[in-house]
């Protein structure tokens, strides 16, 4: 499966790009997502994009979702930290977000312990505890 999505941890939520994924594999995703949003909780997400497509319908795909999704992230993502040491990422994310911004805060950082940092931090600000967790991606620097 080239997405991974951990919900195990809630109300952390890791997620891993790895692998050029199929229109199926992101709508698989955006159901499981759909199960965070049903919560009606807070939550913060850590995505390591490792691998990923870049292709239009992707960006496209994606881009609807967080339109349609705005408003249920705006009140319950407390943040969003994706790990990516490339360069390709941040133009794919670039224009994801000229189709649609964030309606969170994020940041696009290159480890585990960045993004870490990151959550705890926005999770502060939110009044939610995380867990303490190591990184579940051993192959991440």
């Not at 997620?15 to 913060?44: K, S």
């Not at 224009?95 to 290159?110: E, N, Q, W």
């Not at 993004?115 to 991440?140: D, F, H």
């Amino acid at each position: 499966m080239a997405i991974t999505l951990d919900l195990s941890h809630l109300p952390l939520v890791l997620t891993r790009f790895d692998g050029e994924q199929t229109l199926d594999e992101v709508e698989e995703y955006i159901g499981r997502m759909a199960e965070v949003h049903a919560r009606r909780q807070p939550y913060l997400s850590i995505t390591w994009m490792r691998r990923y497509a870049r292709g239009s319908e992707h960006t496209e795909r994606i881009g609807r979702w967080i339109k349609d999704t705005e408003e249920l992230t705006r009140q319950y993502c407390l943040g969003v930290a994706m790990i990516s040491q490339s360069t390709g990422f941040r133009f794919a994310l670039a224009a994801i977000f000229l189709i649609r911004p964030m309606p969170c805060p994020y940041l696009v950082c290159g480890t585990w312990s960045e993004a870490i940092a990151y959550a705890r931090a926005q999770a502060g600000k939110g009044g939610v505890e995380l867990p303490e967790l190591a990184s579940p991606w051993t192959e991440l620097p």
